[in-house]
């Protein structure tokens, strides 16, 4: 376990990065990012005190799928994947903490007692299906952006030397 101290802005780790930690907020607040890659960053989520993040990626191995930056002075325990488990097998009054987040996301999510669960689920499903889909076309328009570019760059400088022969020759 390490106390670590975040300035303003400052980030945490990056959508893409290795998953090696689990973040506690002790004071503060985390602003999670997603990016997209013609539209750029968009603040999905903002955490404060007492918060945990970073858990699913560690959990499932893997990288990080949003970036994590400090939205202001954060004062933030970090756990490694070792440390949790041996928190998990040699003390587990200290791990219904860090389970309390995740225990109370997975009860909104799957609690069929309120409308407000079933909002909630569908919301976190969608916004997941939402950027799947946003950054599929994205890294097609990209794609095909290169590919009309491959075309349309000989054709116009074919267009050129047409135009530039009948120049001279007249």
Excluded at 27 to 47: F, Q
Excluded at 117 to 144: D, F, P, Y
Aim: proline content about 2%; overall charge negative.
């Amino acid at each position: 376990m390490e106390k670590r101290t975040y300035r303003s802005g400052e980030v945490i780790y990056q959508e893409g990065d290795d998953s090696k930690f689990i973040y506690l907020i002790k004071s503060g607040k985390v602003e999670l990012i997603d990016t997209y890659p013609e539209t750029g960053e968009v603040v999905a989520k903002i955490i404060g005190w007492g918060k945990v993040f970073g858990e699913v990626e560690l959990i499932d191995k893997r990288p990080r799928g949003s970036t994590a930056k400090a939205r202001e002075d954060a004062k933030i325990t970090v756990f490694t994947y070792e440390e949790i488990l041996e928190m998990l097998f040699d003390r587990p009054e200290n791990s219904l903490i860090l389970a309390r987040d995740i225990f109370d996301r997975l009860r909104q999510l799957y609690s069929t007692d309120s409308l407000d669960a079933e909002i909630t689920k569908l919301r976190e499903e969608m916004h997941q299906t939402i950027k799947q889909a946003v950054i599929s076309h994205e890294s097609r328009v990209v794609k095909g952006h290169n590919g009309m570019a491959a075309i349309a760059i000989p054709v116009v400088l074919l267009i050129c030397i047409v135009v530039g022969i009948q120049v001279y020759l007249h």
